[in-house]
């Protein structure tokens, strides 16, 4: 089945307290930047409160955006076992909403998404966000940090159905 062109890939980088998300389209070889953000929450507000207004704000995002793709970055925690679970619950909150959508999840590993975008499934946050803004044309590199990781996702699943 050949991709519709252009392909509108939504990235989105999952947290409860800052969910990333950054928007492309991809037309054969290239790639070009469409917008990126952050749905942030009240570390005051009770969880089941925060999820909700994670629905609310990426329900906004795409109805704006209108993607035909997504590509969701999956969960590693190395050294922050501790927040695991809030961010998993996000993820399934936006997982679901992408769902809802009839957006399928394509889903991509940090070192998948690392390997896409630098060519090093090892390389640093600073290697990978500097790769981001050359690929995407940007005179800065996105912030937050989420939004850039968001960007390398859709990124990667632009270059991943290119092969």
């Known amino acids: 089945m050949e991709a519709r062109s252009p392909r509108r890939i939504i990235g989105v980088d999952p947290g409860l307290a800052s969910s990333g998300w950054g ?25 089941s409160d925060r999820l909700f207004s994670i ?9 704006i955006y209108k993607p035909t793709e997504s590509a969701v970055e999956t969960l590693y925690f190395a050294k922050n076992v501790s927040s695991a679970i809030p961010v998993a619950e996000a993820r399934g909150v936006l997982c679901m909403t992408l769902a809802q959508w009839g957006l399928s999840v394509q889903e991509f590993t940090p070192a998948i998404i690392k390997q896409a975008v630098v060519g090093r499934g ?4 600073t290697q990978v966000q500097n790769m981001i803004r050359l690929i995407l044309g940007l005179e800065e590199i996105p912030k ?9 996702a859709a990124v990667c699943c632009a270059n991943m159905k290119l092969l």
């Open 23 to 47: 928007i492309i389209e991809a037309d054969k070889q290239r790639i070009r930047y469409i917008a990126h953000g952050c749905i942030e929450t009240d570390p005051d507000c009770p969880c």
């Open 55 to 63: 629905y609310e704000d990426f329900c906004k995002v795409l109805d």
């Open 122 to 125: 090892a390389a640093d946050k």
């Open 144 to 152: 937050p940090d989420h939004a850039a990781d968001a960007l390398g």
